[in-house]
Nanobody
Framework: QVQLVESGGGLVHAGGSLRLSCAAS??????IGWFRQAPGKEREFVAT????????YYADSVKGRFTISADNAKNTVYLQMNSLKPEDTAVYYC????????????????WGQGTQVTVSS
């Protein structure tokens, strides 16, 4: 059972930056990444990577603004979010899994508790 603990959410003005962290209890899944869920909306894919560093994937809505990275020595994945927009406001969830497709919630077996990101206009 993989435990995921997120941190780093908060309130920021539009155009600002935040960095989310997700510490995993073990690195036994193939991919680890981030989803988000805004009020009244479905949970959506944001970004993911393979632990071996071979592949990175981003949602079109965040390409060029968000960067996902990992520190394998710490079993931690990061999401650097720049040029934030009010529409980025959501609860951000860290997720880990070993299935496909990488952009589907069904590919992920383990989820963190979520961290709130609020971007004011």
């Amino acid at each position: 059972q993989v435990q995921l603990v997120e941190s780093g959410g908060g309130l920021v003005h539009a155009g600002g930056s935040l960095r989310l962290s997700c510490a995993a209890s073990e690195r036994t899944t193939w991919v680890i990444g981030w989803f988000r869920q805004a009020p009244g909306k479905e949970r959506e894919f944001v970004a993911t990577l393979t632990w071996n560093g071979g592949s990175l994937y981003y949602a079109d809505s965040v390409k060029g603004r968000f960067t996902i990275s990992a520190d394998n020595a710490k079993n931690t994945v990061y999401l650097q979010m720049n040029s934030l927009k009010p529409e980025d406001t959501a609860v951000y969830y860290c997720a880990a899994g070993s299935s496909t497709p990488y952009y589907s919630t069904e590919a992920y077996n383990y989820w963190g508790q979520g961290t709130q990101v609020t971007v004011s206009s």
